[in-house]
């Protein structure tokens, strides 16, 4: 059972301007490495994208969905990206 949500990408960030081949590739490959300018969204809008494209556990019967891993070598980064909706739809750990 699919939960509906209401994701938002705002159009003035570079990442989601190109929202419609970061899926293509998400779709065809494992693992995709972007690059990208600070600032330009990637730390916000890939896990977004990722769960508009029908990842993550909000979409699966409960036990059978995956973890939409985002990693960060700044913890600054990381912590500000999960800082809306933690424990519901996102969160984050610090050092393993």
Same mark, same amino acid.
């Given at each position: /059972?699919? *939960?509906? =949500?209401?994701?938002?990408?705002?159009?003035? +960030?570079?990442?989601?301007?190109? #929202?419609?081949?970061? /899926?293509?590739? =998400? %779709?065809?490959? !494992? *693992?995709?490495?972007?690059?990208?300018?600070?600032?330009?969204?990637?730390?916000? !809008? +890939?896990?977004?994208?990722? =769960?508009? /494209?029908? #990842?993550?556990? +909000?979409?699966?019967?409960?036990?059978?969905?995956? +973890?939409?891993?985002?990693?960060q070598p700044r913890r600054q980064?990381?912590?500000?990206?999960?800082?809306? %909706? *933690?424990?519901? *739809?996102?969160?984050?750990?610090?050092?393993?």
């Open positions: /059972m699919s *939960v509906p =949500l209401n994701i938002e990408f705002p159009e003035s +960030l570079p990442v989601s301007a190109k #929202r419609e081949e970061i /899926m293509a590739a =998400l %779709d065809q490959h !494992q *693992v995709i490495i972007v690059c990208g300018e600070t600032g330009s969204g990637k730390t916000t !809008q +890939l896990p977004k994208i990722a =769960l508009a /494209m029908g #990842r993550g556990k +909000l979409n699966y019967p409960p036990g059978r969905g995956k +973890l939409i891993g985002h990693t980064a990381y912590c500000r990206g999960a800082e809306n %909706d *933690v424990g519901d *739809v996102v969160g984050f750990k610090v050092r393993f």
